[in-house]
Every structure is written in C-alpha cells, then in structure tokens.
C-alpha cells in the first residue's frame, strides 16, 4: 500500500460545471501523476508533479488543470466539465523506484 | 512520443496452461519495462518490471525481454482463473520529467478458464 487516497472515489456532475478531484499520498514522494483510463484508449497521462508547484503537462491536458502546493495533495480540475471527460481518473505516485502506485480511482461522469 | 502496442485478446487459456502476453514499443532506447495487472473495476496493480539486462522471473510469472524485435513478454505458468484480468505494458516517457511517467499500452484481456 503506498499511501494514495483519491477523492471523490464516485462523481456525478453537470456540463459546464467545474469538478476538483484529490489524490493525496501519505509518504512525502516528489512524483505524482494524473492519468484517465477509457475503454479503447488505455491510460494515458494527463498531467504530473515533480515537487511542490513544479506541475507539467501530459498527453491529453487539453480542459485540465493541477495544482500542488503541497508535498502530499496533488488536484486535477476540470475547469469546464464536458462529456467527453467522463471517464475512470487515476493518481498515481513514485516512490523510491522506477515503478508507479495507484490510488483507487475516481469514476467521474458529465451528464 | 513513445509508443506501446498490446494486443487487446481476449486471450483464453485453460487452468494450468502457459499464458503469454507480449507488448511491443516503439523506442528503441527504453531501459526498463513494467507490466500492471488489473482487474475489472480496480486500479492496476504493479506485477514487475524488468531492466533492459535481463529477464526476471517472480514466482509463475517471468518477464522476458527481446531487445532486437522489441518485445517484452509476460509467461503465466500454471494460470488460475484468478488470473484472468486484464494485463497493461508500461514504459517509462521520454519528454524532460515526464521521463519519469510511465506510457501504457491498451492491455491484453486474459480469460483464464477452470
């Protein structure tokens, strides 16, 4: 168990609303990423720390937005919720070797 | 951008028989090579990973790596029907820190039957 604590684990929301999920790890590692897994198209990276305020972007950043102001809280805002959004979000988190950790997931759907 | 290539299955093997799952990647320059299991409605779950120097074996599952048709396979010895989930092939990224994000392939489907 590597620590990781994701919030909401279940979302429903409107379009156009914006929605906030936390992943938040217990062990002070520098690396944590957002990932959103969809039927088709795998996991794929949407943005990730490497410290606190040290945030970049991924694969599919497009209507995302984090932040990271401290050690152990990363967020991931959808700063406009749209449907093509729903979708199972994952955090995940390096800690002292090459390999990552995920939380549990958040299934977030944008009705 | 790197690339990892799986073949979406399902794979079905019987109870007992041999699994072998493969995923292929595009850069030839990967050092090292991870293979997560999940289940349906779960997280994925780190099985191992493997160092380009050499293949690893845990237990009934052993990581083989063929650098010169870049391949890195997963074997299942004995498979369980508690194996059946579906398989994700990672490597690490390339761009600046995103070398340290991992790039997953689409996974292969493992239907293990009793």
């Known amino acids: 168990d590597a620590g990781i604590t994701q919030s909401p684990r279940h979302k429903v929301t409107e379009t156009g609303t914006p929605v906030t999920l936390r992943c938040h790890q217990t062990?002070?590692?520098?690396?944590m990423y957002w990932y959103r897994q969809d039927p088709g198209h795998g996991l794929r990276l949407i943005h990730y720390?490497?410290?606190?305020?040290?945030?970049d972007k991924g694969e599919v950043s497009d209507g995302y937005s984090v932040s990271r102001s401290k050690t152990e809280d990363f967020l991931l805002t959808l700063e406009s919720a749209t449907s093509s959004q729903t979708s199972v979000y994952f955090c995940?988190?390096?800690?002292?070797?090459?390999?990552?950790?995920f939380g549990q997931g958040t299934r977030l759907t944008v009705v | 951008q790197k690339e990892v290539e799986q073949n979406s299955g399902p794979l079905s093997v019987p109870e007992g028989a041999i699994a072998s799952l493969n995923c292929t990647y595009s850069?030839?320059?990967?050092?090292?090579f991870f293979w997560y299991r999940q289940y349906s409605g779960k997280s994925p779950e780190l099985i191992m990973f493997?160092?380009?120097?050499g293949d690893k074996e845990d237990g009934r599952f052993t990581a083989q790596l063929n650098k010169a048709s870049q391949y890195v396979s997963l074997l299942i010895r004995d498979s369980q029907p508690s194996d059946s989930a579906t398989y994700l092939c990672?490597?690490?990224?390339?761009?600046?820190?995103?070398?340290?994000?991992?790039?997953f392939g689409k996974g292969t489907t493992l239907s293990v039957s009793s």
């Open positions: 995940a988190i390096r800690t002292t070797g090459p390999e990552a950790f």
């Open positions: 062990e002070n590692h520098r690396y």
């Open positions: 720390s490497y410290g606190v305020k040290d945030t």
């Open positions: 850069d030839r320059g990967s050092q090292s």
């Open positions: 493997i160092y380009s120097n």
């Open positions: 990672a490597v690490p990224g390339g761009k600046n820190q995103a070398g340290t994000a991992l790039i």
